[in-house]
């Protein structure tokens, strides 16, 4: 069992960052891959980044390369993800959620991850 809070979100302008966090329960955290995930209003949850149980591999859409960096630390059961120059499109709803490995081909799939949590709102201003 686990559960996962993600925190961090607001209102910023375009151009601004934000680092979201996302806390899991238990002290096996390591045992999980970690993704984010983001929906807009009307829309489908899409894949934002995974990493893998250590930190070593990390996935990214293509919306998020170079400006989005997925982070983990292990210690404080947490992965982050830092957003730098945030657009009027980011506007969404976050979430974090975990599996049990890490696997390139499918890390972006909604339904690989066991856990979910309810999400951090972020919305960027023009």
């Known amino acids: 069992q686990v559960q996962l809070v993600e925190s961090g979100g607001g209102l910023v302008q375009a151009g601004d960052a934000l680092t979201l966090s996302c806390a899991a329960s238990?002290?096996?955290?390591?045992?999980?891959?970690m993704g984010w995930f983001r929906q807009a209003p009307g829309k489908e949850r899409n894949f934002v980044a995974g990493?893998?149980?250590?930190?070593?591999?990390?996935y990214y859409f293509d919306f998020a390369k170079g400006r989005f960096t997925i982070s983990r630390d292990n210690a404080k059961n947490t992965v982050y993800l830092q957003m730098n120059s945030l657009r009027p499109e980011d506007t969404a709803v976050y979430y974090c959620?975990?599996?049990?490995?890490?696997?390139?081909?499918?890390?972006?799939?909604?339904?690989?991850?066991?856990?979910w949590g309810q999400g951090t709102q972020v919305t960027v201003s023009s």
């Open positions: 990493i893998s149980q250590f930190g070593g591999h990390t």
């Open positions: 238990g002290r096996t955290f390591s045992n999980f891959a």
């Open positions: 959620a975990a599996r049990p490995t890490y696997d390139s081909r499918n890390i972006f799939l909604r339904n690989t991850y066991d856990y």
